[in-house]
């Protein structure tokens, strides 16, 4: 259960900070500004961060070295 609730607010924060950033973008964003070009850059990047977590999250925990 632990695990689903992690993955579940890992993916659903990632997400609620990507539609945050768009919400604020488009409300700074200057008439005829290239707000798209800068939000791919963000959301390529939220993307790896979501996959590297789950990645970490699937790794087994190995006690002692």
Do not use: N
Request: aromatic residues 6%.
């Amino acid at each position: 259960f632990v695990w689903s609730l992690e993955i579940v607010l890992i993916v659903g924060g990632h997400v609620l900070g990507v539609a945050t950033a768009h919400r604020v973008a488009l409300a700074l964003a200057r008439p005829g500004g290239r707000v798209v070009t800068g939000e791919a850059v963000l959301t390529v990047l939220m993307c790896a961060f979501t996959v590297v977590t789950l990645w970490l999250l699937a790794q087994p925990l190995v006690a002692g070295g």
